[in-house]
């Protein structure tokens, strides 16, 4: 079993919908929570992190992270057909051996005009 | 925008050659990583480095090598290029304080024949 199970899709939405990804995870030690997102055929950017649970805000984008529930989301508000890209969600503890991060295979979310 | 470079994007080379990814950042980040990604797949670490001099293996088995003779500068070598090795390679780099928050450039497409 994976240790960060994430759904691949696609995902396909309407422009100015709520986009809604999450990942699940195995290991109780992950505490650093990131989202990435990754066009074709370029390297990932990061979008948003979180330390431990709650959530967080940045524009259209709110990261959540339940511990109890090893649970993450990010959603993803008025979508935008340039928001359609693979999402990545990532995972880190303290003592991960040079700070690796453990990733999952990502989404692949296509908005619509 | 992270200002981390990766050349050549793309490579094609026939098998036995010996090829060198390179990789640069401006940032002044001590942590440089080496991450594969096949195609739909997680990113798996090959390689990492805390500073100059400092040189680990990662998680996934590789049959390259890596150098961290200057800060910026984290190339990676394949003596013998095979087959198995076509997939994408992607640099990133972090700060000391903040390990977690990777920054990645936009990857090495090698395709060996």
């Known amino acids: 079993q994976k240790e960060v199970e994430q759904d691949p899709g696609p995902l396909s939405v309407p422009e100015g919908a709520i986009v809604s990804l999450n990942c699940t995870y195995s290991n109780s030690a992950f505490q650093y929570f990131m989202w990435y997102r990754q066009y074709s055929r370029k390297g990932p950017e990061l979008l948003m992190y979180?330390?431990?649970?709650g959530n967080k805000e940045d524009g259209r984008f709110t990261a959540q992270v339940d511990k109890s529930s090893k649970y993450i989301s990010l959603f993803i508000r008025d979508s935008q057909p340039s928001d359609s890209a693979t999402y990545l969600c990532?995972?880190?503890?303290?003592?991960?051996?040079?700070?690796?991060?453990?990733f999952g295979g990502g989404t692949r979310v296509l908005v619509k005009p | 925008e992270a200002d981390i470079y990766q050349t050549p994007r793309y490579l094609v080379i026939g098998t036995g050659k010996k090829i060198t990814l390179e990789c640069s950042q401006t940032?002044?980040?001590?942590?440089m990583y080496w991450y594969q990604q096949d195609p739909g797949m997680e990113l798996h670490l090959i390689h990492y480095?805390?500073?100059?001099?400092?040189?680990e293996k990662g998680d996934l088995s590789s049959e390259s090598t890596v150098s961290r003779i200057r800060t910026e500068h984290f190339p990676l070598t394949l003596e013998s290029a095979r087959p198995s090795h076509t997939s994408q390679y992607l640099c990133?780099?972090?700060?000391?304080?903040?390990?977690?928050?990777?920054?990645f450039g936009p990857g090495t497409r090698l395709l060996v024949l």
């Open positions: 480095s805390y500073g100059v001099n400092s040189t």
């Open positions: 990532a995972m880190s503890s303290i003592k991960a051996a040079g700070n690796k991060l453990t």
């Open positions: 940032m002044g980040h001590d942590k």
């Open positions: 990133a780099s972090s700060e000391w304080r903040t390990p977690e928050t990777q920054y």
């Open positions: 979180t330390y431990s649970s």
